[in-house]
């Protein structure tokens, strides 16, 4: 295998591979091949979806081969109709250039750009067609596919009922051409994808045969999906992100940590780069006791760490442990106030005003003119049976309440007993 591991039997025991055109992984074999992944920029931030073709990447390099990212300013400015239902919104070239710059950004933290001979590259698609005009293009490359052939593909007969415009339907030549690109200038002989993209990929291996007679490999991926059957990487609050102003890394690692045993079991061997033997031994470790969740932390620190940092990991941990109870006050003075309010998202909030806070306040009277409890009355009985912490420490009757209890400037928390929170906005 000339030092060029079996790219083929890796994704096959991670679960990764969907399918392959024949002599794809004879061609592998020969050495390093170089190989591509398109990404779209319609947004600034790829999301935990976008993960499984990177963990591609990344595996095809490990592998020893050479992974090219390629990011489509110009098929983003066209829209890929695959999978989906109905016409995207059409972005202008400045939003695609930003968009390219913040993902390419992230992309940097996966693969290695600087290790040689199969150093990762970044490619930009914008760059051959922005000089190529229309009367060129089907002129040159529309020539060489049918009309009836593109109309064969799912991602053309799935739209067909609802209509579709021509700027959709270009699409798969549009991606086809890149390949022939890339294969033609760059030596590129394989393309991967989900399993959305086989048509587009296939398109991509014809125009190589029709236009040069040259021969091109694809390689496609399982489309993720959760045991319930959601989507993957879709919350009740929207897509997971990977960049920390749209999903913050505490949300970001309990995505990790609250998947369900079914799914982690198939997440951990896609997003994980423990080897075989680590993850089957995690496996065994995990099965004799599934309430201590180990697939799940294992494979939410190692992907919140390279994500986003260590230090990243700590905080979102820290702020997962004053859920239940393992916290102290010095952990929660730590955390920044988006992670405050995101942990305490949905517990009920009060509010009393800073001049209060500045001349100190007994913590009966917090209690109530913060609406957390109904009357002074209840107020007493609590603190008697010794049920309200303040930031997490116990209370008794004679507790005041000042400016150093503040956290973050503006937010106090209190508790009864073990689960009943309550934010006091101050201010």
């Known amino acids: 295998m000339n030092g060029v591991k079996n790219y083929i039997e890796e994704l096959k025991w991670r679960g990764m591979l969907h399918d392959v055109m024949p002599g794809t992984e004879e061609e592998l074999l020969k050495g390093m091949a170089r190989g591509y992944i398109g990404f779209d920029p319609t947004a600034s931030s790829l999301g935990v979806g976008n993960l499984v073709q990177?963990?591609?990447?990344?595996?095809?390099?490990?592998?020893?081969?050479?992974?090219?990212?390629?990011?489509?300013?110009?098929?983003?400015?066209?829209?890929?109709?695959?999978?989906?239902?109905?016409?995207?919104?059409?972005?202008?070239?400045?939003?695609?250039?930003?968009?390219?710059?913040?993902?390419?950004?992230?992309?940097?933290?996966?693969?290695?750009?600087?290790?040689?001979?199969?150093?990762?590259?970044?490619?930009?698609?914008?760059?051959?067609?922005k000089e190529f005009s229309f009367l060129d293009f089907i002129r040159d490359v529309g020539k060489h596919i049918s009309v009836n052939y593109m109309m064969a593909k799912d991602s053309v007969k799935n739209r067909l009922e609802n209509g579709m415009s021509f700027t959709e339907f270009s699409y798969q030549l549009v991606q086809g051409y890149d390949f022939y690109f890339l294969?033609?200038?760059?030596?590129?002989?394989?393309?991967?994808?989900?399993?959305?993209?086989?048509?587009?990929?296939?398109?991509?291996?014809?125009?190589?045969?029709?236009?040069?007679?040259g021969q091109a490999y694809a390689i496609?991926?399982?489309?993720?999906?959760?045991?319930?059957?959601?989507?993957?990487?879709?919350?009740?609050?929207?897509?997971?992100?990977?960049?920390?102003?749209?999903?913050?890394?505490?949300?970001?690692?309990?995505?990790?940590?609250?998947?369900?045993?079914?799914?982690?079991?198939?997440?951990?061997?896609?997003?994980?780069?423990k080897g075989r033997e680590e993850i089957e031994a995690l496996e065994v470790e995990h099965a004799k006791d599934p309430g201590k969740r180990v697939l799940q932390k294992e494979l939410a620190h190692e992907i919140t760490v390279r994500v986003h940092s260590e230090q990243d990991f700590d905080m979102a941990v820290k702020a997962s442990n004053i859920l239940f109870g393992k916290s102290t006050d010095e952990d929660l003075k730590s955390l920044d106030a988006n992670t405050l309010l995101e942990i305490f998202d949905g517990v009920p909030q009060g509010n009393i005003s800073k001049t209060e806070i500045e001349s100190g306040i007994s913590i009966a009277d917090i209690l109530v003119r913060s609406a957390f409890l109904p009357s002074n009355g209840e107020a007493r009985r609590a603190l008697q049976e010794g049920s309200i912490s303040v930031n997490k420490n116990k209370a008794d009757a004679g507790r005041m309440v000042?400016?150093?209890?503040?956290?973050?400037?503006?937010?106090?928390?209190?508790?009864r007993g073990k689960k009943n929170y309550y934010l006091v906005k101050v201010g």
């Not at 993902?103 to 001979?117: P, R, T």
């Not at 294969?183 to 190589?208: A, C, F, H, P, Y």
């Not at 009740?236 to 913050?248: K, P, Q, V, Y």
């Open 54 to 129: 990177v963990m591609t990447l990344l595996h095809f390099q490990k592998c020893g081969h050479k992974p090219i990212a390629l990011v489509g300013g110009a098929t983003g400015m066209v829209g890929d109709p695959s999978g989906k239902s109905q016409e995207r919104n059409l972005l202008s070239e400045e939003e695609l250039r930003y968009n390219q710059h913040c993902q390419q950004k992230q992309l940097e933290k996966f693969l290695d750009f600087n290790c040689g001979e199969n150093a990762a590259e970044i490619v930009n698609n914008y760059d051959w067609f």
């Open 183 to 213: 294969w033609k200038n760059r030596q590129i002989m394989v393309q991967m994808g989900g399993s959305d993209q086989w048509g587009n990929i296939v398109t991509g291996t014809e125009l190589i045969r029709r236009m040069a007679g």
């Open 220 to 273: 496609t991926t399982p489309l993720i999906k959760k045991a319930d059957g959601t989507k993957f990487g879709k919350t009740e609050g929207g897509n997971i992100w990977l960049d920390a102003e749209r999903t913050s890394p505490y949300k970001f690692y309990q995505f990790w940590l609250n998947a369900s045993d079914s799914d982690v079991a198939n997440y951990i061997r896609i997003f994980s780069l």
């Open 402 to 415: 000042g400016q150093e209890d503040l956290l973050n400037g503006n937010i106090i928390l209190l508790q």
